[in-house]
């Protein structure tokens, strides 16, 4: 079926970077953009970027410019979000979801997400 | 801070009607991106409730609709039941950020 399987839980140092998994099965990897999002506890959902499989092209949130890279390895279907330099701050679980576009075609700034992952928690702490 | 606002929590009993507001501006839903609602179990990912403002994926019960006007948009929840209580959150793009933003979230209590 369609889904997204994501890497296990991670703790870190402050300081530290992490890099997380993000497999994709029953569904063409190719097609559709793949999201990142992230909840820290007891807060609501930030974006933080998104990946291109095709080409591997990224656009990344403003607030995380230079700490975080999405790749992709399209011979084994997954994705990949590594956040570098680590704070308290990045304590979260970190979603990857795949884009929804609209039935008449996929527009600029139009994404909803549709199929999500199960979620990684990563904790920061010295 | 996000820059679409809900209301922290709504409430009613089984079978009333309940709406979440999600108030945005002229660079996100008033410049017309499309906005999306998404409902949020305790423990579990989000799932996708409403896409492009107003469609309900497969699956979803027709309980939820949404609506769009100006710079802002509205979930409503008919029939209201009690697995309906959970975390609801919009989703619009704002090209003053040049990204995806999600609203503040609302949780919803049946009584």
């Known amino acids: 079926q369609v889904q997204l399987v994501q890497s296990g839980a991670e703790v870190k140092e402050p300081g530290a970077s992490v890099k997380l998994s993000c497999k994709a099965s029953?569904?063409?990897?190719?097609?559709?953009?793949m999201h990142w999002v992230r909840q820290a506890p007891g807060q609501g959902l930030e974006w933080m970027g998104l990946?291109?499989?095709?080409?591997?092209?990224?656009m990344y949130a403003q607030k995380l410019q230079g700490r975080v890279t999405m790749t992709r390895d399209t011979s084994t279907s997954t994705f990949y979000m590594e956040l570098s330099t680590l704070r308290s701050e990045d304590t979260a679980v970190y979603y990857c979801?795949?884009?929804?576009?609209?039935?008449?075609?996929?527009?600029?700034?139009?994404?909803?997400?549709?199929?999500w992952g199960q979620g990684t928690m990563v904790i920061v702490s010295s | 801070q996000s820059v679409l606002t809900q209301p922290p929590s709504v409430s009613g009993a089984p079978g009333q009607r309940v709406t979440i507001s999600c108030t945005g501006s002229?660079?996100?839903?008033?410049?017309?991106?499309?906005v999306h609602w998404y409902q949020q179990l305790p423990g579990t990912a989000p799932k996708l409730l409403i896409s492009?403002?107003?469609n309900r994926p497969s699956g979803v019960p027709d309980r939820f609709s949404g609506s769009k006007s100006g710079t802002s948009a509205s979930l409503a929840i008919t029939g209201l039941q009690a697995e309906d209580e959970a975390d609801y959150y919009c989703?619009?793009?704002?090209?003053?950020?040049?990204?995806?933003?999600f609203g503040t979230g609302t949780k919803v209590a049946v009584l």
């Open positions: 002229s660079s996100n839903i008033g410049a017309g991106y499309d």
């Open positions: 979801a795949r884009r929804l576009c609209r039935s008449t075609g996929c527009v600029y700034g139009g994404d909803a997400f549709d199929i």
């Open positions: 989703q619009s793009y704002d090209s003053s950020l040049s990204g995806y933003v």
């Open positions: 492009g403002n107003t």
């Open positions: 990946i291109n499989p095709n080409d591997g092209n990224t």
């Open positions: 029953g569904f063409s990897f190719t097609t559709d953009f």
